[in-house]
């Protein structure tokens, strides 16, 4: 055989190795120091030989009559390694027995396949057969000499064993074969592993602000951030100070990773860095499940995009080929579960610096993800910095004690020109309407419940009193979330003049930059209310009488969504110590204080007397993530656990019936019942059929959908691309949302939207 093929479209061993090895040569001169000078020259030997394999006839046979397998074929990947040269990588290129290894494995397993049923006869017989083709293959095309087949020794590597955390070599197989596996898919995808020469992102801040001022400058947290970039680091300052700012300072020329707990939040932040400091989409990107969709619309509102061009920006994303990628934990944390092929994810990590932003808002499971995550991160190499308003020191001795090390500034940032925002009061009793109107005089009044339910209530009783009231929570359909967003945030600029009422939950704690004249607020916890408090007074001083902030705190029960149950909003004992740390609280609240609050309340001792189930639940999940280590589950299998996903996105019947011509138009496209001129334009045209129909959805509870989904009705159109119609059972409208008249007594849920 003349040519030995690689791929079905026609690409040869030889040109898809030296594919490789110029994405080898360009991770390596982007970032020399993400390996060391032995592992790159491993890295270059895997390259070369990762596919050689593929020139056995079985294989060769099937690419030439395009079957999907050969009778009797063995994967690729095994019969690579059979033409390694052991004894000249351990003798003339002095390799350990341990690194050797490591090599070996990360050739047989950089593809995921099922080594199961082949025996060792088999595998012998192979490879006897691919010493006909090795014989004439041009080796010296890839930088080798010509080498004959044979079975490796058990000592370098053996059938069917699945490398784990206690194999000695396990972290140089880890890097390997991660960085292997991305240069692989950039090879065969047609994008460059790092998309493009990186740049220091804090300059493209600092030219901004000089644009417009001067002499601006850094600002003291900024200055340490860019003082420590080379460490790990911790760091706490008020809002407002400029923290995100101060992370792109860290990072400087860094490969980093943004990581927020919402969409929503990381649209925003990816819109800011883009708009506000020009960083272009060929080193910034974002990263979540809907991310085509806001690319494509946010591309559009610019200029015409090709799908082509999107599909490369998409895939870019994918493959964390961008300097600066702006994530949900999910999309980049689920490493911690060490699925098969997580190892790309860890060695891309093994080089960068990931930045997670207010940790404190996560619940107890997912910041037992984060923390193990970041051990595993720092590990292999990398560094974090984690910025928060606010940060209990219990979560700070979890992350000592298992072995984080980071550096922290001597004191919290705080803004000597803000010191004093918000004066609170404390209310033993439960939030009501009568509380909220004594508080409402041409003003702006933020009102912010625990669940959408007590919400709807306030909001009810309200809207029958007075006018200018709205009401925002997570129920609504995506379109309307929008436009109430929008709204919120219009009224609620410093500059606006109106006045209103607008009732929330959770939601209004992230993302929203809002400026409210009064907060009257559940409490839930310290954290929480102090991240309401952000919505109030956000950067003005509070120097009139009386108070601005008034928070409810039940009184002898408790306030909505709060219970000693795993269905509490928060956890209970947290409530309870911040219930306690507030009793005396009356009057002017600085930043200090509230730091201060935290501090004295939420520590390690306290958490463990008022809540030991919560620091249970964390430790439980580091002994589980540790003992699945080696379990090789699906990326499908831990997308669920990590998520715990308990929610499905519906349209609820009401709005089926008002969008019915634009929901069936865009189900005829994605049911591929309409033609189009081309590909190019047919795939557009389904993500923008899908991105419609999305705007119709609302994320509900599983258990709305009832008991064999008694509560959904059957729409075959629909149900064959994906989508559910929700019965009028929990009506919807544009103003209250996605209400529960199918069982007024259950609570249509909380907002606990991590």
């Known amino acids: 055989m003349n040519k030995y093929f690689a791929k079905s479209s026609g690409e040869t061993i030889v040109d898809h190795t030296k594919n490789l090895l110029y994405q080898w040569e360009l991770i390596k001169s982007e970032y020399p120091s993400a390996l060391t000078a032995k592992e790159w020259k491993l890295l270059k030997i895997a390259c070369q030989y990762h596919d050689l394999g593929k020139m056995n006839l ?10 999907h397998m050969e009778n009797g074929e063995i994967p690729h990947a095994l019969l690579s390694i059979s033409l390694l040269p052991i004894k000249q990588l351990k003798k003339e290129e002095g390799f350990s027995t341990e690194e ?33 083709a090795a014989a004439t293959f041009p080796f010296g095309d890839i930088g080798l000499p010509d080498t004959t087949p044979r079975i490796q020794s058990e000592r370098y590597y053996t059938l069917n064993y699945y490398p784990g955390p206690r194999d000695p070599w396990y972290k140089e197989y880890v890097l390997l074969r991660g960085m292997l596996n991305r240069i692989d898919y950039a090879a065969s995808g047609c994008y460059e592993v790092e998309s493009n020469p990186r740049i220091p992102v804090d300059n493209a801040v600092l030219e901004t602000w000089k644009a417009h001022s001067p002499n601006a400058k850094w600002n003291e947290l900024q200055q340490w951030t860019g003082a ?28 980093g990773f943004f990581l927020l707990p919402l969409r929503s939040a990381i649209n925003a932040i990816y819109q800011r860095f883009s708009e506000e400091y020009h960083l272009d989409r060929e080193h910034l990107t974002l990263l979540h499940s809907d991310m085509m969709s806001f690319l494509l619309s946010n591309e559009n509102s610019k200029q015409e995009i090709n799908i082509n061009e999107l599909d490369r920006m998409v895939n870019e994303s994918r493959q964390l080929s961008k300097q600066l990628t702006i994530a949900t934990l999910d999309q980049l944390f689920n490493f911690v579960y060490r699925y098969r092929g997580y190892e790309s994810k860890l060695a891309t990590l093994s080089y960068s610096k990931v930045v997670i932003d207010e940790i404190q808002m996560y619940s107890a499971e997912l910041l037992a993800y984060i923390l193990y995550g970041l051990k595993l991160v720092q590990f292999y190499g990398g560094k974090f910095q984690i910025m928060t308003a606010t940060l209990a020191p219990f979560i700070l001795d979890l992350m000592r004690d298992n072995g984080l090390e980071f550096s922290q500034p001597d004191n919290p940032f705080i803004d000597n020109e803000l010191l004093w925002r918000h004066s609170v009061k404390i ?17 702006k009044v933020l009102v912010v419940c625990n669940t959408i339910s007590e919400a709807e209530k ?64 559940e409490l839930s916890e310290l954290n929480g209310l102090f991240q309401r408090m952000g919505r109030c007074y956000r950067k003005r001083k509070f120097d009139g009488d009386g108070y601005n902030v008034y928070v409810f705190d039940g009184g002898d029960t408790t306030p909505s969504g709060i219970g000693n149950n795993d269905k509490s909003v928060v956890d209970y004992g947290m409530y309870i110590l911040a219930k306690k740390a507030l009793m ?52 499908a299998e ?15 019947e009401e709005v089926y019936e008002a969008h019915q011509t634009e929901i069936h138009a865009a189900a005829e496209i994605l049911n591929n019942k309409v033609n189009f001129k081309d590909s190019n334009d047919r795939r557009k045209q389904r993500i923008v059929a899908l991105t419609s129909l999305n705007q119709f959805t609302v994320s509900v509870p599983l258990w709305i959908t009832g008991a064999a989904n008694k509560n959904l009705v059957i729409n075959e159109e629909l149900n064959q ?29 909380s907002d606990n939207f991590f």
């Not at 709204?487 to 109106?498: L, M, N, R, V, Y």
């Not at 730091?595 to 999940?621: C, F, H, V």
């Not at 691309?721 to 849920?749: M, P």
Request: glycine share 6%; proline share 1%; hydrophobic share 35%.
């Open 584 to 635: 005396k609280v009356d009057g002017p609240l600085s930043e200090k204080q509230k730091l201060e609050l935290i501090n004295r309340a939420y520590t390690t001792a306290n958490i463990q007397a008022a809540s030991p189930d919560y620091l249970m639940r964390i430790k439980g999940i580091f002994t589980y993530l540790d003992s699945i280590s080696n379990d090789r589950l699906t990326k």
């Open 458 to 521: 306030l909001y009810d009783e309200l809207n029958n009193r007075t006018n200018n009231v709205h009401l925002i929570h997570s129920r609504f359909i995506r379109k309307d979330r929008a436009k109430l967003e929008q709204d919120i945030c219009e009224f609620g600029k410093a500059s606006s003049t109106g006045s209103g009422i607008w009732i929330g939950t959770q939601v209004v704690e992230a993302s929203l930059d809002i400026d409210f004249d009064v907060l009257l607020t």
């Open 228 to 255: 420590h970039q080379d460490k790990s680091i911790v760091v706490v300052g008020q809002t407002g100070l400029g923290k995100s700012e101060g992370a792109l300072r860290w990072l400087g020329n860094s490969k």
């Open 100 to 132: 050797i290894e490591a090599l070996c494995y990360a050739i047989a397993l950089h593809h995921d396949r099922n080594f199961d049923e082949i025996t060792e006869l088999q595998y012998s017989q192979e490879i006897d057969e691919l010493k006909s």
């Open 638 to 652: 831990i997308t669920k656990r990590f998520r715990d996903i308990d929610s499905v996105n519906v349209i609820p």
């Open 58 to 67: 079985k294989f060769q046979n099937k690419l030439v009559n395009h079957h």
């Open 721 to 749: 691309c994906g989508f559910h119609i929700l019965t009028k059972a929990f009506s919807y409208d544009g103003v209250r949302g996605l209400s529960n008249s199918y069982n007024a007594n259950k609570d249509v849920g």
């Open 427 to 443: 209310k033993h009793q439960q939030i009501s309407a009568d509380e909220v109107l004594k508080h409402y005089d041409s003003n």
